[in-house]
């Protein structure tokens, strides 16, 4: 089956104790992307990758990295987590770029104290 | 940025009705996209039009762009109550690398 799959599903942190949220896609896709969504200001995006190796900075990039050593894994790494990062998160992949049908994850809810 | 803008923030209707939401947008697209998102779950692919089509049907969607306006509509026909959920448009940019989605549109079909 064709998905996007996130793990953890939840997660609640503490301020500063760095965590990884992993993705991965079983469809070749080149374009992979991460978003977060806040009530009241929708989904924004955080870091894409057209492939392997090319990462770029979305709209709210501050406080995340990301890598993109294989072609189904875009792994969102929060080095040292702030409460302002509570969020829910979505990692997304598509054929080629941003202009395609994007498949969502099932989303990561991230709590932060 | 949020580059797409959807009205109203919120719809409630009752089974059988048809429900319409727009989204209105600030830049030159390649592609709008309508996604479908039921409580705090993954967005869900509705249907994608290209800058040079008006209007796309999908089962009991319609899609209409207007690029003059820079707005595009999305009619849900003959609504059911598994309709209820938030509904967002998104548009690309960034030379199609980056998508920005809309505030979103809560639909509440009531049996």
């Known amino acids: 089956e064709a998905q996007v799959t996130q793990n953890p599903r939840y997660l609640i942190t503490v301020t500063g104790k760095k965590l990884t949220v992993t993705c991965s896609q079983n469809?070749?896709?080149?374009?992979m992307s991460w978003y977060r969504q806040d009530p009241g200001l929708g989904l924004r995006q955080i870091y894409y990758?057209?492939?392997?190796?090319?990462?770029d900075k979305g709209d709210v990039p501050e406080g995340y990295k990301v890598s993109r050593k294989e072609k189904r894994n875009f792994p969102l790494i929060l080095e040292s987590p702030s409460p302002n990062q509570t969020s829910l998160y979505f990692c997304?992949?598509?054929?080629?770029?941003?202009?395609?049908?994007?498949?969502f994850g099932p989303g990561t809810r991230l709590t932060v104290l | 940025s949020q580059q797409g803008e959807e009205d109203p923030q919120a719809l409630s209707i009752q089974e059988g009705e048809n429900a319409t939401m727009n989204c209105s947008y600030k830049?030159?697209?390649?592609?709008l996209q309508w996604y479908r998102q039921n409580s705090g779950r993954g967005l869900v692919h509705l249907i994608l039009?290209?800058?040079?089509?008006r209007e796309k049907h999908s089962g009991r969607l319609r899609v209409t762009l207007d690029t003059s306006k820079k707005s595009s509509s999305l009619l849900i026909t003959a609504s059911r109550a598994a309709d209820t959920a938030s509904y967002f448009c998104?548009?690309?940019?960034?030379?199609?690398?980056?998508?920005?989605f809309g505030g979103g549109t809560r639909l509440m079909v009531k049996p």
């Open positions: 997304a992949s598509a054929t080629r770029t941003g202009q395609d049908t994007q498949y």
């Open positions: 469809m070749n896709h080149e374009y």
């Open positions: 990758s057209m492939n392997v190796e090319v990462t």
């Open positions: 830049t030159s697209i390649n592609n």
């Open positions: 039009i290209r800058s040079n089509e």
């Open positions: 998104a548009t690309d940019r960034n030379a199609g690398n980056m998508l920005t």
